[in-house]
């Protein structure tokens, strides 16, 4: 896993926009999984303003949101759908017919989650899958001892998680207890995945996804076993982990590497034996 710890909520953010930017422009994703909730709500307004000054496009862009609630309809204020249509997809040129969702109030559940696994399928998969976890280390709605080869699937939420919904709902009865959601094994074959996470409730859950053993108990720790992963947070969400000395350590490299490796290759290939700069500091 690549772990960026920033100061706070708003450099999470303009690392995760810059990100997306990148990938939608220079590799050319255009099959994009998303996230509802509370995390990537900011990122969502920064990509309303780069769609603004031109620097990112969804003409030609598809996506598929990961869960939504069993029972709401569409429309409904709380529905994940209408959620997106508020903060993102109103505001940028998404065709809708390229909006790819869950439904609330499917026919047949088993056939509705076929249908959207072979969308995904015909598509080509999802390149870029942005996620936000739970505290209790849930991704989409994979609940704890959620099966790591799970795939799109109805799924009983936790009482916690129910809880922390409580507050979206007037009446205690709308709150949904059920939702359909991605697999973690749906998640895991997208080519690449941006996980956020913000805020000092997060420190237990992030720590036991990068630093935890793999588990169902905490389904993001999945994630370990994805070849490219980039979990971006902020110093408050990085509270918990034992290594963050290492990650931003890491950080520092990485950014050194590409300039390391030129000046010793035109060292080399000019038969110039000095060390170069950076070597030296080592
Ligand atoms: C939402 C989703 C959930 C949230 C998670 C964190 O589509 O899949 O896994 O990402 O519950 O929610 P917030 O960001 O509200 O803390």
């Given at each position: 896993m690549n772990v960026v710890i920033r100061p706070d909520e708003a450099d999470v953010t303009r690392y995760a926009y810059e990100f997306l930017r990148d990938r939608m422009n220079r590799k050319r994703y255009r099959v994009l999984g998303l996230p509802t909730g509370s995390t990537p709500l900011r990122l969502y307004r920064a990509v309303i303003d780069g769609f603004k000054?031109?620097?990112?496009?969804?003409?030609?862009?598809?996506?598929?949101?990961?869960?939504?609630?069993?029972?709401?309809?569409?429309?409904?204020?709380?529905?994940?759908?209408?959620?997106?249509?508020?903060?993102?997809?109103?505001?940028?040129?998404?065709?809708?017919?390229?909006?790819?969702?869950?439904?609330?109030?499917?026919?047949?559940?088993?056939?509705?989650?076929?249908?959207?696994?072979?969308?995904?399928?015909?598509?080509?998969?999802?390149?870029?899958?942005?996620?936000?976890?739970?505290?209790?280390?849930?991704?989409?709605?994979?609940?704890?001892?959620?099966?790591?080869?799970?795939?799109?699937?109805?799924?009983?939420?936790?009482?916690?998680?129910?809880?922390?919904?409580?507050?979206?709902?007037?009446?205690?009865?709308?709150?949904?207890?059920?939702a359909l959601t991605m697999g973690v094994g749906t998640i895991m074959e997208a080519r690449e995945v941006l996980l956020l996470a913000t805020g000092r409730a997060k420190a237990d859950a992030v720590a036991a996804m990068i630093e935890g053993p793999v588990t169902t108990m905490c389904t993001a720790s999945a994630l370990q076993m994805h070849p490219r992963v980039t979990v971006v947070i902020d110093e408050a969400a990085a509270a918990k982990l034992n290594h963050d000395d290492y990650y931003r350590w890491m950080a520092d490299n990485d950014a050194r590497m590409v300039?390391?490796?030129?000046?010793?290759?035109?060292?080399?290939?000019?038969?110039?034996?000095?060390?170069p700069e950076a070597a030296q500091k080592q």
């Open positions: 000054r031109g620097e990112v496009d969804f003409a030609d862009v598809h996506t598929f949101n990961l869960d939504e609630y069993l029972g709401l309809p569409p429309d409904h204020p709380q529905s994940y759908r209408r959620f997106m249509e508020t903060n993102l997809f109103g505001q940028i040129n998404i065709k809708p017919e390229n909006i790819n969702f869950l439904s609330g109030l499917p026919r047949d559940i088993e056939e509705e989650c076929e249908r959207y696994e072979r969308a995904i399928r015909e598509l080509g998969g999802i390149k870029l899958q942005i996620l936000g976890i739970g505290r209790d280390g849930h991704i989409g709605f994979n609940e704890p001892t959620s099966s790591l080869a799970s795939r799109t699937r109805d799924k009983t939420l936790t009482r916690e998680t129910i809880e922390d919904n409580r507050r979206f709902f007037e009446r205690d009865e709308e709150v949904p207890r059920w300039g390391y490796l030129e000046e010793r290759r035109r060292r080399f290939l000019t038969g110039d034996s000095a060390q």
